[in-house]
């Protein structure tokens, strides 16, 4: 009996660790928060991960301190950074306290071999900042709370470029990683926000505007009829 307990203790324990080697995979969209801290992403759809995501959160007395970070899971799959912008909100920790900022990208941006100016490709880098337990507290650190991810992968040999569209909501907190597209040709440029069934925000934002001009309209053309 003892044999065999000690069988099943081995056989727990060996089942465990398989476990815990294999990747935790995450669809997208997904938020990363207290409850949610790991994930991994796996863009080309080969159930291998490409990149990771870390976020780590702690608070006491009311006061949080919480980072989120990205990083490449291969050699070769890199994301675009920055150190060099301000910070939003401010101050600007100086050069000694910079980690490497994950550079999030307006509309429209061109992710591809030449990086943005001041961006450059790395293997990882923070997306959001905030530690308010020390004193005296910091502001919470990102680039800009909306916008795209520009990162760069390998299917097999082939060389992809694609963005990941990314929300920092300070005050839950968490980090939303959305939608994702991929160029649909190895080392070929993307525009950060477009793609195959992407509606560009501009336009989103357009056919609402539309929308609600021409349901005005409606709503005027119904009074004058009741009249």
């Known amino acids: 009996m003892k044999k065999n307990s000690t069988l099943m203790l081995m056989l727990g324990l060996i089942l465990t660790l398989s476990a815990s080697a294999l990747p935790s995979f995450v669809e997208l969209p997904h938020t990363f928060n207290s409850s949610n801290t790991y994930g991994d992403i796996d863009l080309d759809g080969d159930e291998t991960p490409d990149f990771t995501v870390y976020f780590s959160y702690y608070s006491s007395s009311g006061e949080i301190d919480y980072s989120c970070y990205i990083q490449s899971y291969n050699s070769g799959n890199l994301i675009l950074i920055v150190d060099e912008e301000p910070r939003s909100p401010s101050p600007t920790p100086t050069l000694t306290e910079r980690p490497d900022w ?52 390998y299917i097999g ?71």
């Open 157 to 227: 040999t082939d060389l992809y470029y694609a963005w990941i569209s990314v929300s920092v909501d300070d005050d839950e907190p968490s980090v939303t990683l959305g939608g994702t597209v991929s160029a649909p040709m190895p080392n070929t440029p993307i525009l950060a926000g477009s793609g195959s069934g992407v509606v560009p925000v501009p336009l989103i934002a357009s056919l609402i505007g539309f929308m609600a001009i021409g349901s005005g309209a409606w709503l005027r053309l119904r009074r004058k009829r009741k009249k």
């Open 102 to 153: 994950v550079d999030i990208l307006p509309y429209g941006t061109s992710i591809g071999s030449t990086p943005p100016t001041n961006s450059w490709w790395y293997e990882g880098g923070l997306i959001a900042y905030n530690n308010s337990l020390v004193s005296p507290p910091s502001a919470p650190f990102y680039i800009t709370p909306n916008g795209y991810i520009g990162v760069q992968y």
